[in-house]
């Protein structure tokens, strides 16, 4: 029906068996059919002259008044579908406006009432979810996906309230479905989130149908919030192939390419959380210590923060790859990634592997399988979405970031790659500093190995004994699952365990027979005098002193210094003392022959509950067996 509608003949309006309506623009009622009389279940003198305010009540008021008074503005038809009668009957109301007002035709839909609980979101009108995923299954292919966000929504609502803010609602959705391609699916998605199927060949009618509305209703925009410029809503497109596309894959693509259009309206509030969320990324790299706890969670925090299924870390020397970092979530099959990861050589040859290395810059697919020439093994994976940023030091590239999605598509929007961007910024630097820290470690560890060696001359000990008790100590508490930090301290107390033989008289150190009882009690001073003199070196931990002060203690309690007994032994304590005494065991020495292997174990084991931990023991045997 025509904007020019009041020309038709009043008979042939009179004659439609579908309620006709006339109102001028002060919404008064001037025509009402047979039909329309009918349905109001009033008599024409009751009905004519009266204001669409008096006819109708305060809630279909907020229904009815917002896409009839767009309709007015815009002079487009404009739908809206309610419920009617105390909700036993589903209409669909047509406004046709002409220069004197607007024509209204209502349609009936008894068909519809009985799902419509069910089936429709109760605000707006538009399908929910599940109903719309069962309709799109019917729908023809090639098909136009769109995903549509209404914009500034909560400032409506702060400044009209939430009924202002629902008669938005209601009003946006009613422009929007005037607007559609025939045939088209309209699902309300999330709050202020709607997606849009229309079946066709190009995405074309869709975008147009979108674009003029974006325009109609810049006028509602200056109404409701006195701004003209803001966009009512930003939206992105994609298309279904076939009827073997999924449709996640095209939400995904049509994702990405909403939250690029509403990226560049440069959201506040967006920037703000990016900042927010990289702040915390901060202070939790800070809380970790050695470089593979900062990769380790860095990437785990990564994943979760922005719902990867997997993070990986390449780091590069020269552009070779030297090592490989991945984590992923529980229960991911990694098996079929396993043949194409780098672990060592150069990156892997396919488009974003050689973008990143051409580029220097943030990569990027939404829909990988698509992109110009995909690593076949990581499509046939099943990776849907993926993002690599490189991570820089002094202006060299020295590792990449990578974050993926395993059989399901995920948009890769501004804000993703903003926060990765920073994130590899801060790893950078993080690794960098636990770079320095470890050669800091490595210089003063070298140099504790020093001292250690320099007591081994004066003790007569076996040449290297300082350096071996260290490495069996490093495997043995890397067996037992220590932490990096605890490696580390574990070291250093290797190194001076025995640093107060320095104390120690000639006489008494270097003696080659057996001691006397009084000469035992000056040799077991060491140990104090060893904590002591350990303990005046700046910055030495507290687990490094505990362990020089413990590695005579026995498990049974009998041990010296101060006879502690069972788990009162320093954890590092209990491990050095077994490597401590198998390496004297299996050693030369001035006063005794070394002993076989085979016996050193044998005598380790005999001593398992009474010098040593029995856990450790255990530990150890599988360890060296």
């Known amino acids: 029906m025509p904007g020019s509608a009041p020309s038709i003949p009043q008979q042939v309006l009179e004659d439609f068996s579908e309620a006709i309506y006339g109102l001028n623009r002060q919404l ?48 487009a038809p404009t739908e809206l579908e309610a419920s009617a009668h105390q909700n036993k009957l589903w209409i669909r109301l047509c406004f046709y406006p002409h220069p004197e007002g607007v024509l209204i035709r209502v349609q009936q839909h008894d068909r519809l009432l009985p799902s419509r609980a069910n089936q429709q979101d109760a605000l707006t009108g ?30 409506i609502n702060e400044l009209h309230g939430h009924v202002g803010g629902d008669r938005h609602l209601r009003a946006f959705v009613q422009a929007l479905r005037a607007h559609l391609p025939p045939g088209s699916l309209l699902c309300r998605w999330g709050g202020d989130e709607f997606v849009l199927v229309t079946p066709g060949e190009t995405t074309d009618p869709l975008a147009l149908g979108l674009a003029q509305l974006k325009q109609d209703l810049q006028p509602v925009m200056l109404q409701m919030l006195n701004n003209s410029e803001m966009a009512a809503f930003e939206f992105g497109l994609a298309r279904l192939e076939t009827r073997q596309t999924p449709f996640e894959q095209a939400f995904a693509v049509a994702d990405e ?110 829909d990988y399988p698509t992109t110009v020439n995909p690593i076949p093994e990581l499509v046939q994976a099943g990776i849907k979405s993926v993002v690599l940023t490189p991570v820089w030091h002094q202006g060299q590239m020295v590792g990449i970031l990578n974050l993926v999605t395993l059989h399901r598509w995920r948009a890769i929007t501004p804000q993703v790659q903003q926060l990765l961007e920073l994130a590899a910024l801060r790893l950078g630097h993080a690794l960098e500093l636990q770079r320095v820290v470890t050669q800091l470690r490595a210089t003063l560890e070298a140099g504790m190995l020093a001292l250690g060696t320099a007591l081994e001359a004066r003790d007569l000990e076996t040449h290297g004994h300082t350096q071996r008790v260290a490495t069996w100590a490093t495997r043995l508490g890397q067996a037992t699952g220590l932490s990096e930090e605890d490696l580390h301290h574990l070291r250093q107390g290797s190194y001076l365990h025995d ?58 309690g009998t041990g010296y210094p101060t006879g502690l007994v069972g788990e009162q032994i320093p954890l590092l304590g209990r491990l050095f003392a077994v490597c401590d005494v198998f390496d004297a065991l299996v050693s030369e020495r001035p006063y005794k022959a070394a002993w076989s292997r085979e016996a050193a174990l044998a005598e380790i084991e005999a001593q398992r509950g009474r010098q040593f931990c029995p856990e450790t023991v255990d530990t150890f045997l599988a360890l060296m067996r």
């Open 28 to 75: 008064q009622v001037t025509f009402a059919n047979a039909a329309a009389l009918r349905f109001l279940r009033r008599e024409a003198r009751d009905v004519l002259g009266m204001s669409l305010f008096d006819l109708l009540s305060a809630p279909q008021l907020d229904e009815f008044l917002p896409p009839l008074r767009l309709a007015m503005a815009t002079t």
């Open 126 to 155: 538009a399908l929910l979810r599940s109903p719309f995923l069962e309709a799109l299954a019917h729908l023809s292919r090639p098909a136009a996906v769109a995903v549509v966000d209404l914009n500034h929504l909560k400032a």
């Open 257 to 366: 390419q909403l939250h690029t259009a509403k990226h560049r309206q440069r959201n506040p509030r967006q920037d703000a959380q990016v900042a927010l969320e990289i702040g915390e990324f901060s202070r939790y790299l800070e809380t970790l210590g050695p470089p593979t706890d900062v990769l380790e969670g860095s990437l785990h925090r990564l994943m979760n923060l922005l719902d990867f299924d997997l993070a990986s870390y390449i780091p590069l020397h020269d552009g070779e790859v030297v090592g490989l970092t991945v984590m992923s979530k529980p229960g991911m099959d990694l098996s079929s990634l396993r043949s194409v990861a780098p672990v060592t050589g150069t990156l892997p040859q396919g488009g974003l592997s050689d973008a990143i290395a051409q580029q220097r810059q943030t990569v990027f697919a939404t």
């Open 499 to 556: 640093l107060g033989k320095l104390m120690i008289p000639d006489a008494i150190l270097l003696k080659p027979g057996h001691l006397t009882p009084k000469e035992r009690q000056v040799m077991e001073t060491h140990v104090v005098k060893g904590t002591e003199l350990a303990a005046r070196l700046p910055g030495l931990p507290l687990a490094v002193l505990e362990l020089i002060a413990s590695h005579h203690e026995r498990w049974d």
